[in-house]
C-alpha cells in the first residue's frame, strides 16, 4: 500500500545539497568543540581539544539513558573509521567521508544506526539498547515478545547459514523502539525518510513503531537468514490509542539509510500486524505524513555566549525526528519537516522551557520555492 508519493522533493533536496556543499568547508558544520559545551549530559563525555585537529570531527554516542557507550565501531561501509572511547567519543578524519555518505554505528549490545551525513550536521547519537538474546530451536520456530504487546512469530525450520540449511540453535534480540518516547524517537536506526529504490523519489514517513530483528547462531556473532519462501509474522504494538487503518510496513535500507516499503499491515486487537521475509536489519510501521518534505530554516541567537549545542526537531503533530544539527550561514538551521505540521525545536537537550520553542506551519507564510524563513529564535541561556 502506498500513499502520497512526492514529486518535487528529490529536486529540492539535491538543490539544498549543492547549496550546503559549497559553503561546508567555510560553515560551523562540524565544530571539533562540538560536544563540549553542551548541557551536563552530553559535556561529561567530551575528550579534550588536544585529542582533536582541524581536520577532525569529533562526535558522540549515548544510551537513550543518557550513558556513554565505549567500543562501538564508526563504519563507512566495511571501513573501520573509528571506535568510541570510554566516554562515548570518536574521532573522525575529515577527508574519510563525504556529505550524503551513510555511516554506520555498530555495537553488539545496541540497535545499528545508519546516519546520513549532512553538511550541518552534529555527530551526537543516542542509541537504543538491544533486549536480551531468546534462544530457540531452528527446526522448532517459536514466539517471542517484542516491546509492550507486541511479538513475532517464527515458523519451524526458518533459518539458513551461508545458503544452507540450519538446524540448530538460534538467538533472537527482537528489540522494539518506541516512537511515542523522545529518546526512543532520536534513537531510530534510519531517517525518518523512504525511498523505494531507482526510479521514485524519497518521501517522508510518519512511525508508529520500529523493531530490529537479529538472529545469528547460538552462543556467536554469526549472522543467519531466513530460508527462501520463509517468513516471520510480525505485530507492532499500537500505544497511544491511535485508531489506525492499515498503514504500510518498511525495511530499511543499510546502504542508503532511508526505508523501503515491503508489505503492509493490518490493524488487529490494538496491533500492527504483517511478514517479514529477512533478518538482521530494522523494520517500521509507517505511512507517508504528507506528499512531501519542505524545507524550513531559523535564525539561532544566544542571550549570553553560544554554547555550541545541537539543534534538535521533534513533530509534535507528526512522529518524526531530524538532527541534531548546528547553525551555519549567519547563524541558521536548516530542517526538513513535514508540510502543514506542528513541531518543536530544542537546543543542548536541555529540559529548561527557555531551550525549546515550537512552530505551526499551518499559520506560517511559506515560500513555495524554497527554504522557508520561520526568523529569529532567541534562546535565553
Known sequence: MKTNKISRVLYRQKKSVLFFCSIALLAIVFTTQSCENEEVIESKNTVTTEEVTKNSVLGNLQTTNNEPISNAKI??????????GPRGNFVLDKNDFEINDVLTIEHVDFVTLYKIIAPNMKLFFLMKERVDPIRIGSNDGGVITVGPGGE????????????????????????YIDVTDDSELESAPGAYIADDGPGTNPYPLESYGMMEIVATIAGTLTPLDLRPGKEI??????????????????????????????????????????????????YNADKPCAD??????????????????????????????????????????????????????????????????????????MNPLGCTDLGVWTIYN
Open 75 to 84: 563504519k563507512l561501509g566495511d571501513q573501520i573509521l573509528a571506535i568510541s
Open 152 to 175: 513475532i512469530s517464527i515458523p519451524s525450520n526458518a533459518f539458513s547459514n551461508n545458503g544452507n540449511p540450519y538446524n540448530g540453535a538460534v538467538d533472537i534480540r527482537a528489540t
Open 233 to 282: 509474522k510480525t505485530s507492532f504494538p499500537i500505544l497511544d490509542g491511535d485508531k489506525l487503518n492499515d498503514v504500510n510496513l518498511y525495511e530499511l535500507n543499510n546502504v542508503t539509510g532511508y526505508w523501503s516499503e515491503s508489505g503492509e499491515l493490518t490493524t488487529v486487537d490494538n496491533t500492527l500486524q504483517g511478514s517479514i521475509t529477512s533478518v538482521n536489519r530494522g
Open 292 to 365: 512531501e518534505l519542505v524545507c524550513v530554516k531559523i535564525k539561532v541567537e544566544y542571550k549570553n555566549s553560544d554554547p555550541v549545542c545541537g539543534i534538535r526537531l521533534k513533530g509534535l503533530s507528526y512522529r518524526g525526528f531530524d538532527g541534531p544539527k548546528m547553525p551555519i550561514i549567519n547563524g541558521y538551521v536548516y530542517f526538513w519537516v513535514c508540510p502543514n505540521s506542528v513541531f518543536k525545536l530544542k537546543a543542548c537537550r536541555s529540559n529548561d522551557p527557555n531551550f525549546s520553542t515550537t512552530f505551526d506551519l499551518t499559520t506560517a507564510n
